[in-house]
Each structure stands twice: as structure tokens, then as C-alpha cells.
């Protein structure tokens, strides 16, 4: 078989992911409002006072001394973008430590760039943060979220390591160890080929181990998803993708599909990060990955990241997001489609936004729908074991099942993380040598 690397992945190219509909802008959640007291009883270990690293406005002046002269080999200060992204040019530096080589990615919260760490002598990812104070304090949250998990996490194995921190020139810079692509970009790289099954059972099971870490630290992650589940190599090897291409010759790229060489992986974005409390009720997750409960107003706890991770499950079997929607009432149809009626207690106990959505005791649909391409959406879905029977070719009954106690409506019957890992798709011998 063929051994290759991937350096990195392009982000100008348009997204062909069949069939699905463009992610919008609203359907990330907005990063929370930082709560100093949501973090009573923890240890803040380095991180300083918020009054002491929030800027006093989002445009903070900087002194003419810092415009003119460059010290310790530092760029000339430019002027944030309008959205408060930090300026950049390849080659230049990042304080005296760090050297930029390119550009790994952009979000809501910033940039990520590859750097050269001149002290330790490695490469790193350097999430530099918008100059806007939502994002400065969310970024303070991240980071005190991250060296608890350090603390605990001895071995490293489970979430990103947080290398380093400091606030430069009004953004908040969070030092990383570097890895490989997402699962996403991994995804969308192989043209959104499916995962083998042995490898979708090691990644979750990674997956689960480190959720059930964070629970077990009282933490919930909130945005469980393939952009956030970083492979750890780049390596890949290619191998004949029978399934969808034996009518084509070898010569043709296009028979082949990549596997990483290694199944490990790190979660990593703990910006929404928080501690379990009774009042949770806004809105979190992204849309695909968002629990019935979110989406219904009825209060959210750690069963939200078990919801999240059946989806991730299904995505990484088929290569396609499980729920492609944009729309709340859309969204709950699909789950309806592929899992079954809602519990008519939960739709009882939706909020004053939700209740909109529950006509008579039971959802709204097909009649509250916003438009036939969205009732044909909702109807091309097939049932949850069909769907996974179309593409897993063995361990397909005990994986059905383990989904089914993942993707339980009511949060109460939901399998806990530590639950789902006791599971024989995960515990039984189900690989064929």
C-alpha cells in the first residue's frame, strides 16, 4: 500500500459535501458571557485576575513607544481588522519566542498559526484570539478549563496540551501542542468517504473516555464535533475503496480512499466549556450535533456531549452529518425520521420559544413546515439502522444499539459516557482477522 503525508489541508476550495446544505453563521453558538463565579471552588492556577487582562474597550490604545520601535525582534504594530483579527506576514515574529511559518485555520474566535517555538525547539499551533472582549474572556475560560484538565490529565492522552499563554498587543495567544487535520478536514479531504468501522470504534472510544474524564471533573464540553476532534498524526496510508468505487480502475485516483495511519486522537476548543450547574438553558452545541433537549428549552447537562457523540458516531459511518439542518422545527422532524416519535413529555415541557414547534401533543409536522424542499429533506432520511446497515459491513447490530442508547430523546435515560464505554461494541472481540 501507498504511504503518504499530508502536510496540510486547503481551505480555498469549495466544500462539496454531497448533499449537504452550507453551515450558517447562527447555528455556531456565541461564546458565553464569562462568569467569574462560575468558577468558585476551583483552583485558577495561573491565570491571572479578568479585570487585570480585559482590555478597558475592544480597541485598547496602544502607546506610540510600542508603534515605533520593535523591541526583542517584534513585527511593527499594525492595526486589527475590522473584526479584531491580529495582522499578520508569514515569516515574522510572535514576541521574541515564536517565529510564524502559516496559516492553519480562521474561526469566530480568530486565527490558528503554525509557529516555531525557538525556546522548546518545536513546532506549535497558536490560537490568537479576536481583540474583542466576549472573545478575550471566553479565551481566560479556555484557558482555565485547559490546566485543570492538564492537572488531571497526566499522561496527555485525552484533550490538546496547553504549551503556553500570554496577551499580546490585545489578543490573548494560547499556545498548543501541534497535531494532525480534524476529523472533519480528514473527511472532507477523502471526498467524505466513510470510515472503516474498526476505526470509527477506536475513535470513539477515545472519545468517550475523554468525555467521561471531563464529566467526572463536573465539565461539559458543549461543542462535541468532528472540527473539534483532532487526529494526532498526519499520516494516512491509501487503500482500494471497494464500496463505492469497484467499477474503477486502480489507475484512477479516485478507487483509492486515505486512512490515518492512527487512530489517536485529542478533543480540543474548550472555549464553551463549563461547569455543571442548574440553571443551564441557553443555547449550545453546533446545529448537527445540538440535543433535543437544547433545542426544546428544557435545561441541558452532560447528556448533551453523549447526544453529540452518537452523532459524530453516524457521521464518521457514512461520511455525511446525520441531521443537515438549519431550522429548529426541520431538525426535530429529522429526529423523528431516523429515531422515532419525541416522548410527549419532553415536547410538553418545551420553552416559550419551542412550544411553537408542538401543535395537539405531538410536533408540528408536516404543517409547520417552511417549504416542500424542507418536508423532502425530512423524508429522504431512512430509519437509524437502516442507514447504518448501508454501510457498516460487520459489528453492525451492536453499534446500532450502542447509537440507540446514545441518541435516547429523554436526557434521564441517556447512556452516561461511562456507561456507553461498557458496551460490547466496544468490549466484545468484533473485529474479523
Not at 16 to 44: I, N, S, T, Y
Not at 73 to 99: A, I
Not at 316 to 345: D, I, K, S
Not at 367 to 375: F, K, L, V
Amino acid at each position: 500500500m501507498e504511504t503518504e503525508r499530508v502536510t496540510e489541508f486547503p481551505f480555498t476550495h469549495l466544500d462539496r459535501r454531497p448533499r449537504k446544505r452550507a453551515r450558517l453563521g447562527w447555528d455556531v453558538p456565541q461564546a458565553p458571557k464569562a462568569q467569574v463565579g462560575m468558577f468558585c471552588g476551583q483552583e485558577l492556577g495561573n491565570v491571572a485576575s479578568f479585570a487585570s487582562l480585559m482590555a478597558p474597550s475592544d480597541h485598547t490604545t496602544i502607546s506610540l513607544f510600542e508603534k515605533e520601535v520593535a523591541r526583542n525582534g517584534s513585527p511593527p504594530w499594525r492595526e486589527d481588522d475590522k473584526d479584531g483579527h491580529y495582522m499578520f506576514s508569514l515569516g515574522e515574529n510572535l514576541t521574541s519566542r515564536y517565529k510564524i511559518q502559516s496559516k492553519m485555520g480562521e474561526g469566530t474566535f480568530g486565527q490558528v498559526l503554525e509557529c516555531w517555538d525557538r525556546e522548546k525547539k518545536e513546532m506549535v499551533a497558536i490560537k490568537i484570539v479576536r481583540g474583542v472582549k466576549k472573545y478575550r474572556e471566553a479565551a481566560m475560560i479556555e484557558i482555565e478549563v485547559l490546566q485543570q484538565l492538564g492537572k488531571h490529565d497526566k499522561g496527555g492522552n485525552r484533550c490538546v496540551q496547553l504549551r503556553n499563554w500570554f496577551d499580546y498587543r490585545n489578543h490573548i495567544c494560547i499556545v498548543f501542542e501541534k497535531l494532525g487535520p480534524s476529523l472533519y478536514d480528514f473527511l472532507k479531504k477523502n471526498n467524505y468517504r466513510s470510515f472503516p468501522i474498526d476505526l470509527v470504534r477506536e475513535i470513539g472510544r477515545q472519545l468517550l473516555e475523554c468525555v467521561a474524564f471531563m464529566h467526572d471533573l463536573r465539565l461539559i464540553h458543549t461543542d462535541l464535533k468532528p472540527e473539534n476532534i483532532l487526529l494526532v498524526s498526519h499520516d494516512y496510508i491509501k487503500v482500494p475503496d471497494y464500496n463505492k468505487n469497484s467499477s474503477r480502475s486502480p489507475k484512477d485516483s479516485s478507487y483509492f480512499k486515505r486512512i490515518p495511519k492512527s487512530s489517536a486522537i485529542k478533543v480540543i476548543d474548550f472555549g464553551s466549556t463549563t461547569y455543571e450547574r442548574q440553571d443551564q438553558n441557553y443555547i449550545v452545541s453546533t446545529r448537527h450535533y445540538r440535543a433535543p433537549e437544547v433545542i426544546l428549552g428544557m435545561g441541558w447537562t452532560y447528556p448533551c456531549d453523549v447526544w453529540s457523540i452518537g452523532c459524530i458516531l453516524v457521521e464518521l459511518c457514512t461520511g455525511e452529518a446525520l441531521f443537515q439542518t438549519h431550522e429548529n422545527l426541520e431538525h426535530l422532524a429529522m429526529m423523528e425520521r431516523v429515531l422515532g416519535p419525541l416522548p410527549q413529555h419532553m415536547l410538553k415541557r418545551a420553552d416559550q420559544h419551542a412550544e411553537k414547534y408542538v401543535r395537539r401533543g405531538r410536533l408540528d409536522w408536516p404543517e409547520g413546515a417552511a417549504s416542500r424542499e424542507s418536508i423532502r429533506a425530512v423524508q429522504k432520511l431512512p430509519r437509524l439502522q437502516n442507514l447504518v446497515m448501508q454501510h457498516v459491513d460487520h459489528s453492525a447490530g451492536d453499534l446500532i444499539h450502542l447509537l440507540q442508547g446514545l441518541l435516547r430523546y429523554d436526557p434521564s435515560d441517556r447512556l452516561s459516557a461511562r456507561e456507553a464505554l461498557r458496551h460490547s461494541f466496544f468490549t466484545k472481540d468484533n473485529l474479523r482477522r
